[in-house]
C-alpha cells in the first residue's frame, strides 16, 4: 500500500469513527457515478470492509440516467471483473431534466433530486442501512459557501443525516478526503471514468464559480481551504445571530428576563435589556 492510498483509508476510518458512518452489519448501497470520487469510495470501502472489527456489506449501484452515448457496459464490466456485488438501475431522467429546466439554467438541482429518489427507493428494496455518497471535502467547503453568498444559510454537506422520510441514512465517508488526492488516486488506480456531459458541460454553475474563488484565494493563501473546513468544527454560537440556537443554549436568558418571560431567579444578574418591540410601541 502506498502512501497516498494509507492517507485516504485513515481519512475514511476517521471520518466513520467520528460520525458513526460505518456500523456492524450495515448493508451500504455505494452511489457510483463513474466519476473519480464514487470510483474511489467504494475502492476505499472495500478496504476497509477487509481490516474492520465488524463486518458490514457493499453494493455498488448506478444509475443509468439516458444520456446520450452513455457506455451502457462499462460499470458492469468493471464491477464484475473486480468481484463487486453490483445492481444498475436504468432511469430516464435526461429527458425529464431537459424538458423541465429552461434553456440557459443549471441542470443540477432536479437532475440529483432526481436521482436521490431513484437511490432511496432501491435502499429501501435491497434492505440497505446506509446510502454511501462520494462527496468529499472540497464538496463540503464549496457547499458552505455556496448557501452562504446564495442562501442566506450557514450549512454544509453534514458526513451522515437522516432522509426527511425517515427511512434512509446518507454517509459522506470522504469527507475529510481532499478533492487533489482524489485525482491523483484515480490516475494510479486507472478507474474508468465516465464524465458527466450534462451540468459538466455548463460553465455558468454557481459551484464552478465558488471553485474558482476558493481556488484564487487559496493560491494566495495555501490555508484557505483548510481553514474554512476546519470553521465547521469550530463553531462560536455566542457570536452568532441565530435566535433559535441561542436561546437553546440559554445564551437569550437577559433578554427573557426583559420581556418578563423568565423567571426572577433566572433574571438575577442578567443586564437590563429593552426589547426593541416596546421600544416601537412608545
Do not use: W
Request: proline share 6%; with cysteine.
Amino acid at each position: 500500500m502506498d502512501r497516498l492510498e494509507k492517507r485516504l483509508l485513515d481519512d475514511v476510518a476517521r471520518a466513520s469513527a467520528d460520525f458513526a458512518l460505518l456500523e456492524p452489519n450495515d448493508r451500504v448501497l455505494v452511489a457510483v457515478s463513474g466519476g473519480k470520487d464514487s470510483h474511489a469510495l467504494l475502492y476505499l470501502l472495500r478496504e476497509i470492509q477487509k481490516r474492520a472489527p465488524f463486518p458490514f456489506s457493499l453494493l455498488a449501484v448506478n444509475v443509468d440516467q439516458g444520456h446520450p452515448g452513455y457506455p451502457k457496459q462499462l460499470l458492469p464490466d468493471y464491477f464484475a471483473r473486480e468481484g463487486y456485488d453490483y445492481r444498475i438501475v436504468e432511469e430516464d431522467t435526461y429527458s425529464i431534466v431537459k424538458e423541465k429546466v429552461p434553456a440557459g439554467k443549471t441542470f443540477c438541482s432536479l437532475c440529483s433530486r432526481l436521482r436521490r429518489g431513484i437511490l432511496y427507493t432501491l435502499a429501501s428494496e435491497v434492505s440497505a442501512t446506509k446510502i454511501a455518497l462520494g462527496h468529499h471535502r472540497d464538496d463540503v467547503i464549496e457547499t458552505l459557501m455556496l448557501n452562504l453568498f446564495y442562501s442566506g444559510q450557514l450549512k454544509a454537506m453534514p458526513p451522515r443525516l437522516r432522509s426527511d422520510d425517515g427511512r434512509n441514512v446518507v454517509i459522506r465517508p470522504l469527507a475529510y478526503v481532499a478533492e487533489r488526492d482524489l485525482e491523483e488516486f484515480a490516475k494510479q488506480k486507472g478507474f474508468p471514468i465516465i464524465p458527466c456531459d450534462l451540468c459538466g458541460s455548463q460553465e455558468q454553475l454557481q459551484r464552478k464559480q465558488v471553485k474558482a474563488l476558493l481556488n484564487e484565494l487559496n493560491d494566495k493563501n495555501p490555508h484557505v481551504r483548510a481553514n474554512v473546513f476546519a470553521a465547521l468544527a469550530n463553531v462560536r454560537p455566542t457570536h452568532l445571530y441565530d435566535t433559535e440556537l441561542r436561546r437553546s443554549l440559554g445564551l437569550l436568558e437577559a433578554v427573557e428576563a426583559a420581556d418578563g418571560n423568565a423567571t426572577p431567579d433566572r433574571a438575577q444578574g442578567s443586564a437590563q435589556v429593552i426589547p426593541l418591540s416596546k421600544l416601537a410601541r412608545r
